[in-house]
């Protein structure tokens, strides 16, 4: 490799314009266009290079997506076996895709394979991209380390986005020359099959960037939505985690009901020290429900619709519009708000009674784990091709 731009070797391994710039001739020639997710309008070969760095499973995974929607693909890594390893996987993977009817894209399993190259050498990888795609583990002196390296090699076309998945973009991009040039791009595991993808901009960020990467993560089939700027978590995350704290509050069920002297009821999380004394004076309620009964609320209730329509949507259709809705329910919503609980600590008694659970369902092992991930993702390659034949007119 060039010592002057070799990647960072401790980064890539399998874990896992300036303001009024034009836009690239490059990116205009390969006819990136908004198209509706999930589609299998996808262009003809070679219409277009993308680069990716990292081959670990986002990186595997977007070269896929990319290869699908007609793209010459570069997988760049630190060590050349890496780069052989993952491109055979990612070959293999797509004849399987072929052969139970779920590849995406127009092009064969052999088509989209013979898009696909890999190099260690970043400079000669960046040549003529029009699209980098940033796939190294989620540190930050690691993943800034690899943008400053870009930084230095990219002309002024060339969008570059990381995939970081919380990292804030005035962290990973900031002193970059090309700034206006970067986004991230936070794809959501397991990327082939959930085409959601979050594109969050540095706050100096070009317009014209935000538009160029959408309109490519429709191309290629994903569902781009715009985050307008920047907060910890994102938009996915925060609305995850809002659920994971819930969910442990109401397995953990540290909580006390008191009656008020109006004659309703209280409740108050207290926190283990104060348990004995409150006993004689409240009732302790040892938790709502079990740790697999949570989840089946969760994949059996909620989530049966969530696939299809989001939590807004559901008020707007579970009354007679959002503002019947909020007339309607308003009131009861902001009273049960009220009895949430402080953020929970995840460790302790509770990690134990939900671990258990867990290992009873699927045990532990990288055996039994990884047999349940290709389950899930077979659920979720089922439920992509429904969602698929299912778009709203």
């Not at 990973?172 to 979050?198: R, S, T």
């Not at 540095?202 to 569902?223: C, F, N």
């Not at 409240?282 to 049966?304: A, F, N, R, T, Y």
């Not at 009220?338 to 258990?356: L, W």
């Amino acid at each position: 490799m060039d010592a002057g731009h070799a990647l960072p070797r401790a980064g890539i391994r399998r874990r896992a314009r300036r303001p009024g710039a034009q836009s690239s001739p490059a990116l205009r020639t390969c006819g990136v266009a908004p198209g509706p997710a999930g589609c299998r309008t996808m262009a003809s070969p070679a219409t277009g290079v993308v680069v990716i760095v990292g081959s670990g499973l986002i990186g595997r995974s977007w070269a896929m997506l990319f290869a699908s929607g007609g793209f010459r693909v570069r997988l760049c890594d630190v060590e050349q076996q890496q780069v052989t390893d993952a491109l055979e996987n990612i070959r293999k993977e797509m004849a399987v895709l072929e052969l139970r009817g779920s590849l995406r894209g127009r092009l064969s399993a052999k088509e989209q394979g013979s898009l696909l190259s890999g190099c260690v050498d970043v400079r000669g990888a960046v040549e003529g991209a029009v699209h980098i795609q940033e796939c190294v583990p989620e540190d930050l002196e690691l993943k800034r380390k690899v943008f400053a390296q870009l930084d230095q090699i990219i002309n002024d076309q060339v969008v570059l986005s990381s995939s970081s998945s919380c990292l804030l973009p005035s962290q990973l991009f900031a002193g970059l020359v090309h700034v206006a040039q970067c986004i991230v791009a936070h794809p959501v595991n397991p990327p082939y099959f959930v085409p959601l993808v979050e594109l969050v901009p540095h706050p100096d960020t070009a317009p014209e960037t935000v538009d160029r990467t959408h309109a490519l993560m429709q191309k290629i089939g994903q569902s781009p939505v715009r985050v307008l700027k920047e907060i910890d978590g994102f938009a996915l995350n925060r609305l995850q985690y809002a659920i994971i704290s819930e969910a442990w509050r109401l397995v953990e069920g540290s909580c006390f009901q008191f009656h008020s002297p109006s004659g309703g009821h209280i409740l108050i999380l207290i926190p283990k020290h104060g348990r004995e004394i409150l006993r004689k004076v409240g009732q302790k309620k040892e938790g709502v429900v079990s740790p697999s009964d949570l989840d089946l609320i969760m994949s059996d209730g909620l989530g049966m619709r969530y696939a299809f329509i989001g939590p807004l949507e559901t008020m707007h259709l579970n009354a007679e519009g959002m503002v019947s809705y909020c007339d309607r329910y308003g009131e009861g919503v902001k009273r049960v708000l009220k009895t949430f609980g402080p953020v929970p600590e995840f460790s302790g008694a509770t990690v134990e009674k939900v671990n258990q659970a867990m290992c009873l369902k699927v045990p532990a092992d990288p055996e039994h784990l990884a047999a349940r991930r290709q389950w899930r993702d077979e659920c979720l390659q089922r439920l992509a091709q429904l969602k698929r034949q299912m778009q709203p007119q």
